[in-house]
């Protein structure tokens, strides 16, 4: 059962836990993505010089250029699925 809640693009509400990046989806965006990087997908940002993927992934994430989803799980069964626009990075 999704959370989505059927709401406008502007209207969007994080429902299922904090209202920011946790670590370890943190961790797991920029392993993903620097792995995609690795292996030949396009750069989504300006790069300058000789940059390693895990900095290209982290510089992606920091100008919130990635289309990612984060699908958040209840104990439940429920889920939400958020857009990472919508989640704040936790410093």
Known sequence: MSLAGGKSEGEFEVRIGPPWLTRFEKA?????????????APV???IEGNTSPVEIAEKELKEGVL?????????????????????????
């Open 67 to 91: 289309p990612i989803v984060i699908v958040r799980w209840t104990p439940g069964g429920r889920y939400q699925e958020i857009p990472l626009k919508y989640l704040r990075l936790h410093p």
């Open 28 to 40: 797991r965006i920029i392993g993903i993505r620097a792995l995609q990087i690795a292996l030949g």
């Open 44 to 46: 989504l940002v300006k």
